[in-house]
């Protein structure tokens, strides 16, 4: 049971403990490395898993040594000290601890000792009929959120959130800014949110495309053989995700290395289709109320009208934005005011079918403007008009094979987030692929992979090399599958500004930022899903 993070935050608590939630950061990981180090050279120490019947809790009492006769619970924090004082939520800990050690060893623990290492401070903590019963009322607060469905509020300490391991999932900033969001613009921008979500995620992702090669496990590092025996090492901690391009091969070491250790694992087909992937189990409670928020034909209606308004009206401002000259929106231009046209429409759609009618059509003018921006001297990225199973020419397998990198990204973001990807709320479940990862794609087809092709294509970037064509199909060859996830995980990098929370950030992360916003929709923080646009 977190009771530290109870005492700090109730709602860090419900992350944690109820919605298992958790994110490996630097902090937290200097606090195991500390752990760890401390136990290594001091032999006097011990690290003990130990559980309460009569509290009903457990926890591990990271230290407990023998002082003047007496058991007592050592606490290692690499923080500072609040003052001569310790923390109430450390001192919360030490109290369990020390009724964790004294039923243990059947021994009283009258105290509990913190060492903070940043101000080189050692504090007591009296372990008495007080520090009890504060113990006492937070094991009842703490099975009170366990049951419930509810995740408390953010905290109105604001102090607390720029220490919070969790900020970037929780996202207070962004909550706050959800509740004044219905303000007049010029009262709302002057709210707008500190950045409390990272910007970029400094990990790779390990792309596996040679059909013969291997991803193993050597200690604490990955190592990719391919097929000529030559072998690539990377460090597991340098590593957000590994991505199996056909028939390339994993060991069952290297999944469970990558399982305890946050790496994702997915596989993708010989021809692009997303197959499958290795995810994490998320807490119950959150896909509950997913399920329960979903069935809500309402919230249903309202988070697809958004949907679909952000998906046209950035298919739209790509299209002006490509056709600055005369000559290319004379092309374009009955396309233009057919996309214009359906963007119109959505507002009086009454449900899904009806929108995703207008979706359909918008989709097609666009990409018959896209066909008009291509440069027609192109030989080999010929676009003639969409084909999915299977592409009938090279565009046609680049922009698959790319939505294709698109989808095992949602998917990641996801999972991450602890959502349900069977269950979404525009797309209705027709094939294999989870409507949940379909709809939250839909932001992001444009921005990422869109925009990006069509600049390699006018650049030339593209040959032969890059795709096989049998019969009348066209599939990009391996060569191909490489100039693709290069540009694609190029985009991926590049920072973008949104225009409602006002901050930058990755793709990467703003695919990531957009599904823990949809979340926020039916958890009572709602109206910042699906804001994001493309600069007109
Ligand atoms: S970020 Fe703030 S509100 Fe969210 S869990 Fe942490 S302390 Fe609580």
Redesign the pocket.
Known sequence: MALH?LA????????EEVEETRVADQRVHAGRTLHDAEVDKNREWQSLELSSEEWGFRGKVDFARYRDGRLVAVEHKKGRSKGDDAWESDKLQVTAYAVLLSEHFDKPVPEGRIRYHASNRTVRVSVDDAALDRLRRSVIRARELSLSLER????D??N??T?????PV???EE?RFAAVIDMTDDAASLLKPRR?FPKDDARRVLHVVDRDAQVRRAGLQLVVRNSTGEEKKYPGMDVGAIILHGSAQITSQAIHFAAGNDIAVHWISGGGWYVGGVAPPAGVQRRLRQYQALQDDKLRLRLSRRLAEAKIENQLRFIVRQSRTRNARDKVEVFLDAIRNELQQISRCKDAAALRGCEGIAARSYFSALAQLLDPSEKHMVFSGRSRRPPRDGFNAALSFGYGLLYREVMAAIIAVGLDSTFGFFHAPRTAAHPLALDLMELFRTTLWDMPLIASVNRRQWTGEHLSISKKQVWLSDEGKRLAISLFEQRKQETWKHPVLGYSLSYTRAIELEARLLEKEWSGEEGLFARMRLRG
Do not use: D, G, Q
């Open positions: 993070a700090y935050c109730e709602r860090l608590f419900y992350l408390p509020p953010v905290t300490n604001e607390l959130c220490k919070c391991s969790l900020a929780c996202l207070p909550s409390l």
